[in-house]
């Protein structure tokens, strides 16, 4: 049974492609597992950043903040994490209040521009 050089080529190229697409199963298994890795722990990462909020904030101060968090996402992040970093330094020693908390807000607020225009 001679097999010609046509279809020994067909067969290579088979082959060739059985292991492409072997390889490309892998490889998108493997980012499968790193991308559910990563989601697993930046979802960790908010449960405890939660916690630290829900611990060191009064009712009210959470309220302004998530408030915040519907108008400005951004800088509602920028609060937190704020929050998160004096809680993790020891920084907070009660609660923080509605009104420590419009505090902090102010002094993380952005500076607005504001523009002159003269006529002469």
């Known amino acids: 049974m001679s097999e010609t050089p046509d279809d020994l080529d067909e067969l290579r190229q088979q082959r060739m492609e059985e292991l492409r697409d072997q390889a490309d199963g892998q490889q998108s298994q493997t980012s499968d597992n790193t991308a559910a890795a990563q989601e697993a722990a930046r979802e960790k990462a908010e ?13 009210g101060a959470r309220q302004r903040l998530n408030a915040i968090e519907m108008s400005k ?21 009660d609660r923080i209040d509605e009104d420590q908390m419009r505090e902090l807000l102010q002094e993380l ?9 003269r006529r002469r």
């Open 109 to 117: 607020k952005p500076d607005s521009k504001s523009y002159n225009i």
């Open 73 to 93: 996402p951004d800088f509602a992040e920028k609060v937190k994490k704020q929050l998160v970093t004096l809680a993790q330094s020891g920084r907070i020693q």
């Open 47 to 59: 449960a405890q950043q939660e916690a630290l909020l829900k611990q060191h904030l009064t009712d």
